[in-house]
């Protein structure tokens, strides 16, 4: 299996192209790191969570919002599961102004 996507610091608003090669349908999932429980007022944007991509398809991954709640390391992190199980973990560093503007936000992940 392979997994192509620029792996360097991500800014938020930024997208990254995901391909995956190999044989069957893919699970993926996206999320930011965020701490057991969460910070106080945080809330996961609605397209977080899982989906499948075939072979050869292209997933449009993009940070909508900072990502420097604390809690969050501002990592976002990509999970692929083969078909026969085996998983893949990617995390892409997330640069911020959390130290300037103390802000925080979501991300998103979504499909051409």
Do not use: K
Not at 86 to 109: F, K, P, R
């Amino acid at each position: 299996m392979s997994i192509e996507i620029d792996r360097s610091p991500i800014r938020p608003g930024e997208r990254r192209t995901l391909t995956l090669l190999g044989r069957g349908s893919f699970e993926y999932s996206t999320a930011c790191f965020v701490d057991q429980p969460p910070p106080p007022g945080f809330r996961g944007c609605r397209e977080c969570g899982s989906n499948l991509i075939d072979v050869h398809e292209r997933m449009d991954v993009a940070i909508t919002a900072p990502t420097d709640w604390p809690g969050t390391q501002n990592r976002f992190r990509i999970v692929v599961t083969e078909p026969d199980g085996v998983t893949h973990y990617i995390d892409l560093q997330v640069l911020s102004d959390y130290h300037t503007h103390g802000s925080g936000g979501t991300m998103a992940a979504g499909g051409y």
